[in-house]
């Protein structure tokens, strides 16, 4: 396959502002590189290369091409009208940097799928889920499930990102059972112009981790940082 470019306008400003790649932004979270910054455009033709030579130029491939390069990496990403084609990880936003290695594991897993299918990506954000549950709380019972991990939790983050991860376990938990009819969750998880529930099922994973990960670890780091006698007044009026 044989692609050449010609530029397009610049994207309408007037666009979402979230850092989403999305086809026509011109700044997002770069699918190459994770960083947010500046995109250009440019559109593609895309031709078919045959053993024997080119095809003709009237055999082009059907639909809208284009590429975005990065200002900050100057890697090239390419869409098929409004879906990343490559790299298909770049849907969704990159996993948290302080999310433990077997659950960050399976979100990128989740997102190098969820181009491809839905069904697929929402299933592994949920094994990820119960995975990054596990290692935050190593007390629970060895035979909790997935709904009762998330209540354990519940009391120590915001009300909206428990009602978030419990999407999260039910979506995940609709999209094994591939036999039967999708029910009107999964079905609103699969619809190709409801975006933004997939992308809040992997921000909210990244969100737990900032909430019960980096937030206490940065602020048991400051905490370090106060004066000895500071701290042993305030550990003494714990205690009274």
Not at 40 to 60: I, K
Request: aromatic share 4%; net charge negative.
């Amino acid at each position: 396959m044989i692609m050449s470019m010609s530029p397009v306008p610049e994207p309408d400003e007037g666009l979402p502002t979230n850092n989403t790649p999305g086809q026509g932004k011109s700044a997002f979270d770069c699918p190459r590189c994770g960083a947010f910054a500046h995109q250009t455009w440019q559109s593609l033709q895309v031709r078919l290369s045959g053993g024997l030579g080119d095809y003709d130029d009237s055999r082009l491939v059907s639909g809208c091409w284009s590429a975005s390069r990065c200002a900050q990496c100057k890697e090239w990403s390419t869409w098929r009208e409004e879906r990343l084609v490559y790299p298909a990880a770049g849907i969704v936003s990159v996993p948290h940097p302080q999310m433990p290695g077997e659950a960050k594991d399976l979100y990128e897993e989740a997102r190098e799928v969820l181009g491809i299918s839905r069904r697929a990506g929402t299933a592994l954000a949920r094994a990820s889920l119960e995975r990054l549950l596990r290692t935050l709380d190593a007390d629970a019972p060895g035979n909790a499930n997935l709904e009762m991990r998330i209540e354990r939790i519940s009391d120590k983050i915001p009300e909206p990102l428990a009602q978030m991860l419990t999407v999260i376990r039910v979506a995940g938990n609709s999209s094994l059972h591939v036999k039967d009819m999708p029910d009107d969750l999964m079905v609103f998880v699969l619809d190709p112009d409801e975006t933004e529930v997939v992308d809040m099922i992997f921000e909210s994973i990244n969100e737990l981790v900032e909430e019960l990960i980096a937030k206490p670890t940065k602020v048991a780091n400051l905490y370090a940082k106060v004066p000895e006698s500071i701290r042993s007044r305030i550990e003494q009026d714990k205690n009274k």
